[in-house]
Protein backbone atom coordinates (compact mmCIF):
# COMPACT_ATOMS: atom_id res chain seq x y z
CA UNK A 1 0.00 0.00 0.00
CA UNK A 2 1.52 3.56 -1.13
CA UNK A 3 1.29 6.59 1.23
CA UNK A 4 -1.14 8.18 -1.38
CA UNK A 5 -3.80 5.07 -0.49
CA UNK A 6 -4.16 6.83 3.13
CA UNK A 7 -6.40 9.44 3.06
CA UNK A 8 -4.64 11.49 5.50
CA UNK A 9 -1.67 11.38 3.26
CA UNK A 10 -3.58 12.01 0.08
CA UNK A 11 -5.36 15.06 1.63
CA UNK A 12 -1.80 17.02 2.39
CA UNK A 13 -0.11 16.14 -0.42
CA UNK A 14 -3.72 17.67 -2.27
CA UNK A 15 -3.41 20.96 0.28
CA UNK A 16 -0.07 21.09 -0.98
CA UNK A 17 -0.99 20.84 -4.56
CA UNK A 18 -3.73 23.67 -3.68
CA UNK A 19 -1.11 26.20 -2.15
CA UNK A 20 1.23 25.25 -5.14
CA UNK A 21 -1.46 26.38 -7.60
CA UNK A 22 -2.33 29.65 -5.28
CA UNK A 23 1.40 30.91 -5.07
CA UNK A 24 1.39 30.76 -8.92
CA UNK A 25 -1.70 32.65 -9.25
CA UNK A 26 -0.31 35.40 -6.73
CA UNK A 27 2.41 35.43 -8.58
CA UNK A 28 0.81 36.32 -11.37
CA UNK A 29 -1.28 38.98 -9.71
CA UNK A 30 2.27 40.36 -8.06
CA UNK A 31 3.98 40.30 -11.87
CA UNK A 32 0.92 42.04 -13.45
CA UNK A 33 0.16 45.08 -10.28
CA UNK A 34 0.73 47.63 -12.71
CA UNK A 35 -0.76 46.48 -16.09
CA UNK A 36 -3.25 48.02 -17.18
CA UNK A 37 -7.08 46.60 -17.34
CA UNK A 38 -5.41 43.15 -15.41
CA UNK A 39 -7.96 41.79 -12.63
CA UNK A 40 -5.79 39.48 -10.50
CA UNK A 41 -7.20 36.20 -9.49
CA UNK A 42 -7.31 33.60 -6.74
CA UNK A 43 -8.40 30.36 -5.78
CA UNK A 44 -11.15 29.10 -4.11
CA UNK A 45 -11.03 28.51 -0.35
CA UNK A 46 -9.78 24.85 0.19
CA UNK A 47 -12.55 21.89 0.37
CA UNK A 48 -11.26 19.52 2.73
CA UNK A 49 -13.94 17.38 1.63
CA UNK A 50 -13.04 17.24 -1.66
CA UNK A 51 -9.46 16.14 -0.50
CA UNK A 52 -10.82 13.16 0.93
CA UNK A 53 -12.33 12.02 -2.36
CA UNK A 54 -9.63 11.90 -3.95
CA UNK A 55 -9.34 15.01 -6.80
CA UNK A 56 -9.05 14.44 -9.99
CA UNK A 57 -5.97 17.12 -11.79
CA UNK A 58 -6.44 19.22 -14.61
CA UNK A 59 -3.39 19.17 -17.04
CA UNK A 60 -1.17 22.21 -16.46
CA UNK A 61 -1.56 24.93 -19.24
CA UNK A 62 -0.48 28.42 -19.59
CA UNK A 63 -3.02 31.65 -19.33
CA UNK A 64 -2.48 35.09 -19.97
CA UNK A 65 -4.99 37.88 -20.02
CA UNK A 66 -3.82 39.92 -22.71
CA UNK A 67 -1.53 41.12 -24.94
CA UNK A 68 0.45 43.06 -22.36
CA UNK A 69 0.09 41.13 -19.84
CA UNK A 70 2.91 39.07 -18.02
CA UNK A 71 2.77 35.43 -18.30
CA UNK A 72 4.45 33.16 -16.04
CA UNK A 73 5.46 29.92 -18.37
CA UNK A 74 3.26 26.81 -17.47
CA UNK A 75 1.07 28.88 -15.04
CA UNK A 76 -2.04 26.30 -14.04
CA UNK A 77 -5.65 26.88 -15.06
CA UNK A 78 -6.22 25.62 -11.37
CA UNK A 79 -4.85 22.30 -11.66
CA UNK A 80 -8.60 20.60 -10.63
CA UNK A 81 -9.39 24.34 -8.13
CA UNK A 82 -11.51 26.58 -8.61
CA UNK A 83 -10.21 29.82 -9.62
CA UNK A 84 -11.92 32.70 -8.77
CA UNK A 85 -11.49 36.40 -9.38
CA UNK A 86 -10.46 38.68 -7.06
CA UNK A 87 -12.95 41.67 -5.35
CA UNK A 88 -11.43 44.54 -6.86
CA UNK A 89 -11.96 47.17 -3.84
CA UNK A 90 -9.32 49.44 -5.49
CA UNK A 91 -9.09 50.28 -9.22
CA UNK A 92 -6.20 52.63 -10.39
CA UNK A 93 -7.36 54.87 -13.35
CA UNK A 94 -5.87 52.24 -15.89
CA UNK A 95 -8.68 49.57 -15.02
CA UNK A 96 -5.89 47.74 -12.62
CA UNK A 97 -7.96 45.81 -9.64
CA UNK A 98 -4.40 44.32 -7.96
CA UNK A 99 -3.51 46.04 -4.45
CA UNK A 100 0.06 44.94 -4.15
CA UNK A 101 0.55 44.95 -0.59
CA UNK A 102 -2.95 42.83 -0.23
CA UNK A 103 -1.20 40.36 -2.90
CA UNK A 104 2.12 40.52 -0.81
CA UNK A 105 0.38 39.25 1.96
CA UNK A 106 -1.33 36.36 0.43
CA UNK A 107 1.84 35.01 -0.49
CA UNK A 108 3.61 35.32 2.77
CA UNK A 109 0.27 33.89 4.74
CA UNK A 110 -0.02 30.92 1.73
CA UNK A 111 4.01 30.19 2.42
CA UNK A 112 3.78 30.05 5.92
CA UNK A 113 0.33 27.35 5.70
CA UNK A 114 2.52 25.74 2.97
CA UNK A 115 5.30 25.05 5.30
CA UNK A 116 3.14 24.04 8.09
CA UNK A 117 1.53 21.45 5.74
CA UNK A 118 4.74 20.09 4.52
CA UNK A 119 5.86 19.49 7.73
CA UNK A 120 2.62 17.71 9.05
CA UNK A 121 3.60 15.30 6.26
CA UNK A 122 7.15 14.59 7.01
CA UNK A 123 6.71 13.84 10.65
CA UNK A 124 3.71 11.71 9.91
CA UNK A 125 6.25 9.65 7.33
CA UNK A 126 8.63 9.80 10.08
CA UNK A 127 5.87 8.14 12.48
CA UNK A 128 5.19 5.50 10.35
CA UNK A 129 8.67 4.47 9.87
CA UNK A 130 9.27 4.50 13.43
CA UNK A 131 6.27 2.51 13.59
CA UNK A 132 7.52 0.05 10.87
CA UNK A 133 10.42 -0.16 13.03
CA UNK A 134 12.78 1.66 10.63
CA UNK A 135 14.88 4.78 11.58
CA UNK A 136 12.82 7.53 10.97
Do not use: C
Request: hydrophobic share 40%; net charge neutral; proline share 4%.
Amino acid sequence: MGLSQIPLFSALADKMRWHSMRQSLLAENVANAETPGFKGNDLKPYDTSGAMRGLALAPVSGISGGAGHIAIAGLPDGGGFTVRGLNNFEVTPEGNGVTLEDEMMKVTSNQMDYQAVTALYTRSVKIIKLALGRNA
